[in-house]
C-alpha cells in the first residue's frame, strides 16, 4: 500500500485496512447514533420507557451482519496469509540461525553473516533454526514474521522487491537482551549479492567471527562496557578474582584462563557476575584451533 517491500506487503495491508475501516466506520457510526439516542429518547421526552421483547427481526440483523463482517475479515486475513506458506520450488535457501541474543545467517556457500544480504525480486527461503530458547524472526517492513522454534523445522520466504536496508528484531522474548536481538536485511542488485556472496576476504578477524558466531559478543562486550558477563576489552593479561569452589582467588587472564573460561566456564566464576549463564557444549561448537583465533583477537583488544 505505502511499500512494495515485499511480495506479502499488499496482503497483509488490505486485510489490515478492511479491518481498521470496518472498526473506525462502527466506532464513528455506533458512537453517534447513541448520542442521537441520548437526546431523542430522553426522559422529558419519553418519561414511561418502551419494552423490547424477542424481536426476530433485530436478532437476526445484529447475527447476520456481523457474522458477514467477520467472514469479510477472515476471507482477506486468509488471502494474505496463504501464499507465506506456500514455499517456491525455485529459491535461494539461507539458514537463519538464532541465539541468545543474536543472529547469523548462512548462504549455501557457506558464508555466515550478522546481516541478511539478498538480491532483489529473488525468492529467498530462510530455514529457522534456535540454538536455545524460542525466538520469532520478525521483518515489520516485510510484513512477515515467523517462530524460531527449537528442535523443530520451521521456515518463511519472501522476495524482497524494493532496494534499501530493513529492520530484523526478535519477537518473542527470550531473556534479558531480547530487545537488543536485532539485525538489518538488506535488498541489494543481483550483480552486487554475487560479488558479496563470493568475497571471502571478510574484514573481521578470524577469532571475532568465532565470537560472533556462536553470539559470545551478545553477553561479552568489545568496548568496555559491562553487559551479561565482563567486556572482553583489555581483558588479556589483568589480574582478576574469581570464584573456584567457593573459594576465592588470584587468576591472570591467559591462554589456560580464556580456555577454561570458554570449555567450563563454571569452574572459575568471575567475581561480581553470575554463574551458569554460559552453555557448557561449546566443546561441540568451538574447536581447539577457534578456541586460539579467539585468544590472538582478545590481545588485541587492548
Ligand atoms: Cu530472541
Not at 99 to 114: A, P, T
Not at 175 to 192: A, F, I, L, N, P
Not at 232 to 240: A, D, L
Not at 254 to 280: C, F, H, Q, W
Amino acid at each position: 500500500m505505502f511499500t512494495n517491500a515485499s511480495n506479502f506487503v499488499d496482503g497483509v495491508d488490505l486485510s489490515f485496512a478492511i479491518i481498521l475501516g470496518a472498526s473506525v466506520f462502527f466506532l464513528v457510526a455506533i458512537t453517534a447514533i447513541m448520542i442521537w439516542f441520548v437526546i431523542k429518547y430522553n426522559r422529558k421526552k419519553h418519561p414511561k420507557p418502551g419494552i423490547v421483547k424477542e424481536n426476530h427481526k433485530l436478532e437476526i440483523i445484529w447475527t447476520v451482519i456481523p457474522t458477514i463482517l467477520v467472514l469479510v475479515m477472515f476471507y482477506y486475513g486468509w488471502m494474505g496469509y496463504k501464499p507465506m506458506r506456500e514455499f517456491p520450488k525455485d529459491s535461494i535457501h539461507i539458514k537463519a540461525i538464532a541465539q541468545m541474543w543474536s543472529w547469523n545467517f548462512e548462504y549455501e556457500n557457506g558464508k555466515v553473516s550478522d546481516t541478511l544480504v539478498v538480491p532483489i525480486d529473488k525468492a529467498v527461503t530462510l530455514d529457522l533454526i534456535s540454538r536455545d530458547v524460542l525466538h520469532s524472526l520478525y521483518i515489520p517492513a516485510f510484513r512477515i514474521k515467523e517462530d524460531v522454534i527449537p528442535g523443530i523445522d520451521n521456515k518463511m520466504w519472501f522476495i524482497g522487491q524494493e532496494l534499501g536496508d530493513y529492520n530484523i528484531l526478535c519477537a518473542e522474548y527470550c531473556g534479558d537482551r531480547h530487545s537488543y536481538m536485532m539485525s538489518k536485511v538488506y535488498v541489494v542488485q543481483e550483480t552486487e549479492y554475487s560479488t558479496w556472496l563470493n568475497d571471502k576476504s571478510s574484514n573481521d578477524h578470524p577469532g571475532l567471527q568465532v565470537l560472533k558466531k556462536n553470539a559470545c559478543t551478545s553477553c561479552h562486550s568489545l568496548d568496555g562496557s559491562k553487559i551479561i558477563g565482563p567486556s572482553f576489552k583489555g581483558v588479556w593479561g589483568i589480574t582478576e578474582t574469581v570464584i573456584t569452589e567457593g573459594v576465592e582467588r588470584q587468576i591472570t587472564v591467559d591462554k589456560e584462563y580464556i580456555r577454561s573460561s570458554i570449555y567450563d566456564p563454571n569452574a572459575d566464576v568471575t567475581k561480581g557476575y553470575n554463574p551458569g549463564l554460559m552453555i557448557t557444549t561449546y566443546k561441540d561448537l568451538i574447536t581447539e584451533d577457534e578456541v586460539k583465533d579467539i585468544i590472538e583477537y582478545l590481545k588485541t583488544l587492548k
